[in-house]
């Protein structure tokens, strides 16, 4: 029997990760350690919770088991401390924010200078990532996403709408023939962990035939190799727009447009750090939101 209700959760994190490494991560220690716990648990159960092949931890009918227990005391730990945090009525202490890289690059330093100016005691912690469940299982406190439908059960103030629109570096440009047909062009786009993007959709009706001569996970890295010179690329307006480097190529693409929104869970909204920041977030973003909307350009950075 296992009397640590922890090995319960690490087995859950197993499962839903995948992966050792994966579930070393979730929980803050390294892969050797998961391993010997792993290997320690099975010894002391005298049963095989995961397969492994290729990498991969599939869980036997036992390890379903006891993920699932996992994955209940996981969700009663996480709505416990939720509605505790929620009781909180100080103005001070941690404000887990979380956000996609061009959005925590462009904006967010700035506002974080600001909100330190307005609230010394609160500290912002930002972590740059595309999941929406990062509020639910309380791994952030406020989201800052692009979002046509973000979840029913979390708290929205719409900041406005995101543009996009297609740049060419102007060195790129200054080489390039028949500079207007833009079936004619080099592109970079995104990689395939985000062929979902609607960009590339857009990208597949404009330019069927044309090379991606570059691709990455990120628009900030499209930006970048955009304004080296390699070719054209679909970038949100506030990222291209303060970059002298570039050109627009089109205007704001109507089907590209998306929906900013900042994002908190409702068990936080009387959390006196939490409402102070979110409040403060969405009066900043109010300032920018006609560079966000690629309506005028954002100051150079």
Same mark, same amino acid.
């Given at each position: 029997?296992?009397?640590?209700? #922890?090995?319960?959760?690490?087995?859950?994190?197993?499962?839903?990760?995948? *992966?050792? *490494?994966?579930?070393?991560?979730?929980?803050?220690?390294?892969?050797? =350690?998961? &391993?010997?716990?792993? /290997?320690?648990?099975?010894?002391?159960?005298?049963?095989?919770? @995961?397969?492994? !092949? +290729?990498?991969?931890?599939?869980? /036997?009918?036992?390890?379903?088991?006891?993920?699932?227990?996992?994955?209940?005391?996981? @969700?009663?730990?996480?709505?416990?401390?939720?509605?505790?945090?929620?009781?909180?009525? %100080?103005?001070?202490?941690?404000?887990?924010?979380? =956000?996609?890289?061009?959005?925590?690059?462009? &904006?967010? $330093?700035?506002?974080?200078?600001?909100?330190?100016?307005?609230?010394?005691?609160? =500290?912002?912690?930002?972590?740059?990532? #595309?999941?929406?469940?990062?509020?639910?299982?309380?791994?952030?406190?406020?989201?800052?996403?692009? *979002?046509?439908?973000?979840?029913?059960?979390?708290?929205?103030?719409?900041?406005?709408?995101?543009?996009?629109?297609?740049?060419?570096?102007?060195?790129?440009?200054?080489?390039?023939?028949?500079?207007?047909?833009?079936? +004619?062009?080099?592109?970079?786009?995104?990689?395939? *962990?985000?062929?979902?993007?609607?960009?590339?959709?857009?990208?597949?009706?404009?330019?069927?035939?044309? $090379?991606?001569?570059?691709?990455?996970? #990120? @628009? =900030?890295?499209?930006?970048?190799?955009?304004?080296?010179?390699?070719?054209?690329?679909?970038?949100?307006?506030?990222?291209?727009?303060?970059?002298?480097?570039?050109? %627009?190529? /089109?205007?704001?693409?109507?089907?590209?447009?998306? $929906?900013?929104?900042?994002?908190?869970? $409702?068990?936080?909204?009387? /959390?006196?750090?939490?409402?102070?920041?979110?409040?403060?977030? &969405?009066?900043?973003?109010?300032?920018?939101?006609?560079?966000?909307? !690629?309506?005028?350009?954002?100051?150079?950075?």
């Amino acid at each position: 029997m296992t009397d640590d209700l #922890n090995d319960l959760r690490f087995v859950a994190a197993i499962a839903q990760t995948g *992966s050792l *490494s994966g579930a070393a991560r979730r929980l803050g220690v390294n892969h050797a =350690t998961a &391993f010997r716990r792993l /290997t320690a648990m099975e010894s002391r159960l005298g049963v095989r919770l @995961f397969e492994r !092949g +290729g990498g991969r931890y599939a869980a /036997t009918a036992a390890g379903e088991e006891l993920a699932r227990a996992g994955t209940v005391i996981e @969700f009663e730990a996480t709505q416990s401390l939720r509605k505790v945090a929620g009781q909180d009525l %100080r103005p001070s202490g941690v404000v887990r924010v979380t =956000t996609t890289d061009t959005i925590a690059a462009s &904006f967010l $330093p700035a506002m974080a200078l600001s909100c330190r100016q307005q609230h010394p005691d609160i =500290t912002l912690h930002v972590t740059m990532a #595309n999941e929406l469940h990062n509020l639910s299982r309380r791994d952030a406190d406020i989201a800052i996403r692009p *979002s046509d439908k973000p979840p029913e059960h979390l708290i929205g103030k719409r900041i406005g709408p995101l543009a996009m629109a297609a740049y060419g570096a102007r060195n790129y440009l200054r080489g390039a023939r028949h500079v207007a047909d833009l079936a +004619g062009h080099a592109w970079l786009g995104l990689d395939d *962990s985000l062929s979902y993007h609607r960009s590339l959709k857009w990208l597949a009706k404009v330019a069927p035939a044309a $090379p991606l001569v570059y691709r990455t996970n #990120n @628009f =900030t890295g499209l930006h970048h190799a955009c304004a080296h010179g390699l070719g054209l690329a679909v970038l949100p307006c506030f990222l291209a727009d303060p970059d002298k480097r570039l050109q %627009r190529m /089109t205007p704001p693409l109507d089907e590209l447009q998306v $929906p900013l929104w900042l994002l908190m869970h $409702p068990d936080l909204r009387h /959390t006196a750090r939490v409402a102070a920041v979110f409040d403060f977030l &969405f009066q900043q973003f109010g300032q920018v939101a006609a560079p966000i909307a !690629g309506l005028i350009s954002a100051p150079a950075r």
